[in-house]
């Protein structure tokens, strides 16, 4: 008798934020849903109290929908990078209405979607969307300050031993620009403010942890000057 195969259930990572199994689609990408009930708004307000964000796209199909609609729906979707995005953004919009953010000189490859176009930086109830390009022209980070969050797209990548880094590879747009991106993280933030990375790809390095910890400590770790020398494919 052939077995039905294991359906994966997106995972908790910290308070109220659930990440996806890895998607296809987006060549390995993990998508986050960050869910947020406003309590403080008067029951006789007509609006929906929900303000749910997903970071990058997850794979559509019964149980994401089903999942998401349990949680409230979306109304904002980020795309993190060129890679972040696939047939489903148009779908998600269609289904739930959400608004679509992505960095201007990403925004054409989404063509049958209408998009919020996101210059230098943006907020989205209280989190902070900011352009980090070198991965690719339009990648951004995600920052929620509550959980002192950074969502990095591919922007910062675990290694083998789960530590963040900028990957250089065959399809990275500008590598010394990702650099200097790098260091403006590490102007930007501190050990207090930047607590933990949620990164949008190579989770299977994190070992079941979810989230990189002690972020900021272990990007400040990093040599840039070495790695601006890294070859292609290497760290």
């Known amino acids: 008798m052939t077995q039905e195969p294991r359906i994966k259930e997106p995972k908790a990572v910290l308070n109220s934020i659930w ?13 986050y849903f960050i ?3 406003s309590q403080s708004v008067p029951q006789n307000v007509h609006q929906n109290l929900h303000q749910n964000v997903l970071i990058d796209c997850p794979s559509w199909d019964d149980n994401t929908q089903a999942f998401l609609q349990k949680h409230g729906g979306v109304q904002h979707l980020v795309i993190t990078h060129r890679q972040g995005a696939s047939p489903a ?16 000189q990403e925004a054409y490859l989404l063509p049958n979607v209408a998009v919020t176009m996101v210059q230098q930086s943006a907020k989205i109830n209280g989190l902070q969307i900011f352009w980090t390009p070198g991965y690719s022209p339009g990648s951004v980070c995600v920052y929620h300050p509550e ?19 900028p990957l250089r590879t065959a399809k990275t747009f500008h590598w010394p620009r990702q650099l200097k991106s790098v260091r403006g993280i590490l102007e930007q933030f501190d050990a207090s403010s930047l607590r933990y990375l949620c990164p949008g790809a190579n989770t299977g390095f994190l070992r079941q942890q979810r989230s990189i910890s002690n972020a900021y400590q272990k990007l400040a770790q990093l040599d840039l000057r070495e790695l601006a020398e890294a070859p292609v494919g290497g760290w």
């Open 19 to 31: 990440a996806f199994p890895p998607n296809r689609e987006t060549f390995g990408g993990t998508s």
């Open 35 to 37: 869910v947020e009930n």
């Open 147 to 165: 959980q002192g969050l950074l969502f990095s797209g591919r922007h910062l990548l675990p290694d083998q031993q789960g530590n963040p880094k």
């Open 89 to 104: 953004v148009a779908v998600l919009q269609q289904h739930f209405g959400c608004q679509v953010w992505v960095q201007e």
